[in-house]
């Protein structure tokens, strides 16, 4: 009988639990914005609008395979049509919901700079992205807030600026000469002196290799072992769909995909510990990792929480780092392939300023052309294509009164190919639009971000720029390429 009264209040709470979560707070939330003029797609009970948006994509999908060989158009923003839709019905703000999160869309770019250059603690990174990339993230510097994320900054971003960057060109030289060698030995190897090649891979290769040389320094070799892990961990997680962001406790259930995610989370966290605690015994390099471990020690009081904030941080590097590199470096490529003018232009000009010799930094500075490239590549595909927040309480943006807990996104794809910004060759590859700078290429020169914006732009994007430069610069020295969809 007891056991039957403690059951059904238990399952009465928890009812009582879903009803003002998932139902009393989102509608309170979307009335609040809509008294201000801002609407958006009908949610659904509990779901919100998770069925729309998987409706919009496969739509999308169908599309795509229904034109074998659709023209080339870089669109990136296509990749979540559903944005674009309630943009066009419901105008540059509306408000959608996946199950109980909601979400306040802003394509206003003059709104976007108050969103990114907000100090106010009240604004800062969601909270779901410490519950759901947890086991990618865990509470390192992307997902932290407030003096948690200060503390963290503070210690890693001067690691990360451009004088300490040149103090990595030898690993990232060494990186991208052997990726381009291995390159021109498969052409040599070949009658015909062509080879296909899928540079997705190797990008990772290259940006997980510098990452890997630059943590761990002569322990590379397990520092790599953690990548490939890394890596794992990454792919079984991208499987996990948009419900997962609104709808609570389904991380917890036991299932398979959860079991390998707790177990990868483990053996990633066991190798670094292992080899922060060789590098306690020995302490004599002075890679990355050993940097940060001196930092910690000084914010720190105890062992453990340093070992949590080299745990959490050295994934946080892997990820930012190996993304941002990998994607940016595989369109690059991409871009330069499809577009053999350019890829002449840089080529010339990297022989130019090199003269035969391997690009230092102060070449690199020289290579406009290159330097375009990269900047036109990062406006069609940006490492950071979303730009996330969460209000901690109510918050003023603009002229908007943003509810406690509303996630506000902006999506850098659409604001980056938006032709009121750009012009009507917003789609197009073109690389001379950066000829005078950002501010002659774009109408609102703020609404240009790659790296973010603001005091939570990425602390790497120096180490991420100068790979860039120096991988594209030695493979337009040495080889000739083109690209096969």
Known sequence: MLFSTVACLVLTFFLLYLYFSMIVKPARIRKILKQ???????????????????????????????????????????????????????????????????????????????????????????????????????????????????RQRKIIAPELFMDKVKGMMSIITESGLALVDSWK??????????????????????????????????????????????????????????????????????????????????????????????????????????????????????????????????????????????????????????????????????????QGRIPDTDMLRKMKQLHMVIQETMRLYPPAPTLAREAFKDVKIGNIRVPKGVNVWTMVTALHTDTALWGADALEFKPQRFENGISSACKSPNAYMPFGFGQRVCVGQHLAMVELKLLMGITCLLIMFTHHL
């Open 185 to 354: 030995h498969k052409v040599e190897s070949e009658e015909r002196g062509v080879v296909e090649i899928s540079v997705d891979h190797c990008m990772k290769r290259f940006s997980g290799d510098i990452i890997s040389r630059a943590c761990f320094g002569s322990s590379y070799s397990k520092g790599h072992e953690i990548f490939l892990k890394f890596d794992v961990l990454q792919e079984i997680m991208s499987k996990r769909t948009f419900s997962a962001l609104g709808i609570p406790g389904l991380r917890y259930l036991p299932t398979k995909r959860n079991r390998q995610i707790r177990a990868l989370e483990k053996e990633i966290t066991a190798l670094i510990l292992k080899i922060v605690k060789e590098r306690r015994q020995a302490g004599r390099e002075k890679d990355l990792l050993q940097t940060l471990l001196e930092g910690a020690k000084s914010s720190y009081s105890t062992s453990a929480a340093i070992d949590q904030f080299i745990v959490d941080n050295c994934r946080n590097i892997y990820l930012a780092g190996f993304e941002t590199s990998a994607v940016s470096a595989s369109w690059c490529l991409m871009l330069l392939a499809s577009n053999l003018d350019w890829q002449t232009r840089v080529r010339e000009e990297v022989e130019e300023v090199c």
């Open 36 to 150: 201000q003029g801002i609407d958006g797609p009908p949610p659904k009970i509990l779901l919100g609008n998770i069925l729309d948006v998987k409706k919009s994509r496969d739509a999308a999908e169908k599309a795509a395979l229904s034109h074998p060989h659709p023209p080339l158009i870089h669109n990136a923003a296509a990749v979540l049509p559903f944005a674009e839709e309630w943009r066009q019905q419901y105008g540059p703000l509306y408000v959608f919901s996946f199950g109980k999160m909601q979400v306040l869309y802003v394509n206003d770019p003059d709104m976007v700079k108050e969103i990114t250059t907000c100090t106010s603690l009240d604004l800062g990174r969601p909270s779901y992205q410490q519950k759901v990339l947890g086991p990618l993230l865990g509470k390192g510097i992307l997902p932290s807030n407030g003096s948690i994320w200060a």
